[in-house]
């Protein structure tokens, strides 16, 4: 999603300046930087590029940019540059229909990668699920696009209010940011299987809506004290977050942490109550310093004890160092991405009637229903427990030390000793 993120907004931006310059050369680069945005992720690429430019065409009535042959050109380089992957695609699963891969019996690498992946989780094509709701893409905005959150729903408002003007002619301000954001989050919040990370490629278009709207409240707009107030005590909330943190949540692992809140609380005072505007306007500043402490201590001092509780990065990190070094480890009911990660390798699977093929010193590392199986069988003993918590869905009652055991469960490392 990162690189779907970084190709996609170049995309734009490069037709941008094919459409301010007419040079081929941008219109080049924006077909090969969303040639690169496909095979990054799929047609939620094509999705984010279309209901950018588009929305902008429609809104503006510049009904000739629909017609107009350099989309020709345009899609010729795109589908050029995407036939090595699609070939690719094809030699791999469609030419070996007996293949299974994620349940799916003989599938098509080419409607999976185009259609099912995307649109299949739409229409039903494809069985993942995971029982979220409508909202949770608003849930993981708020959270994930702090300390701009708040602000920001202001300036998708106050785009709206500009609809009207562009409409009419009265404005030219640009609206693919608009359609880059609204249209993919609708399609996305539809989908029956949605992780947060889903939603971080729509986050530069909304942020260069907000960029607009701050730009506007400054210079024309009467309300910009009250929101420089709002946003003033808003921020409140994320150093007393990390107040709280500190001595409820994970104790406090280096000074410096402290140190850096401290330090910027009070800049952040300053900043604010001072009278000429330092490096731009003080709603930048509060924010930016508030952002930057409350990161640093996301860093150093939240995520690293966090992470404790993911057993299968503890488990990486340990045979990184080399401990297990001359074992095989293999994994049984359950996944190992992170594991994977911090090994700098990728575990095999193994299945319950395979057991018996694993020579003596061999690893298994598994739930609770697989160290059962496994202990019962009287040829394997635990080497090491796992805290183990998904450090994704975080819950009060788990980053309360005083009832995280509760909410733990645990991972287990065993040794074939017969």
Known sequence: DGILLGFSVLAIWQYVEYEKKNKRINLTFSAIFLAMALMAKGPIALIIFLSGIGTNI???????ELFSIRWILFFVIVIILLIPMSYGLYQQFDLHPEKTVYGLSGPSGLRFFYWTQSFGRITGDI????????????????????????????????KITRIKAAYLGQSNEEFISFGAFVFPFIAL????FKLPHYIFPLFPFMSIMLG??????????????????????LMHVFYLALVVSYFYFFPVNY????????????????????????????????????????????????????????????????IKAGKYSNQKLFLLNTTGHSLDFYAGKIFENI????????????????????KKQLISSNK????????????????????KRSTRKDKLKYQYLLEKVK
């Open 255 to 318: 000074y410096i942490v402290v140190a850096i809140l401290i330090l910027g609380f009070l800049l952040f005072y300053y900043s604010f109550f001072q009278k000429a505007e330092l490096f731009g306007s003080k709603i930048l500043l509060i924010s930016i310093i508030t952002s930057i402490v409350f990161s640093f201590n996301l860093s150093i001092y939240f995520y690293p004890q966090l992470l404790e509780y993911q057993s299968e990065s503890v488990l990486g990190k340990e």
């Open 380 to 399: 394997f003993k635990i080497v090491k427990t796992y805290q183990d918590y998904p450090v994704t869905q975080l819950n009060i009652n788990f980053l």
């Open 58 to 64: 429609l809104i503006h009535k510049k009904w000739k």
């Open 127 to 158: 069985y993942w699920e995971n029982n979220t709701s409508y909202f949770t893409f608003l849930h993981t905005f708020l959270w994930d696009f702090q300390p701009w959150a708040l602000v920001a729903i202001f300036a998708f408002v106050f």
């Open 351 to 370: 299945k319950v009637e395979n057991l018996n093929n694993l020579t003596t010193n061999s690893l298994i590392f598994t739930d609770e229903i697989g």
């Open 189 to 192: 919040s539809l989908s029956k």
């Open 212 to 233: 607009h709207f701050l730009v506007e409240i400054f210079e024309k707009l009467k309300f910009k004290k009250a929101l420089l107030i709002f946003q003033f005590i």
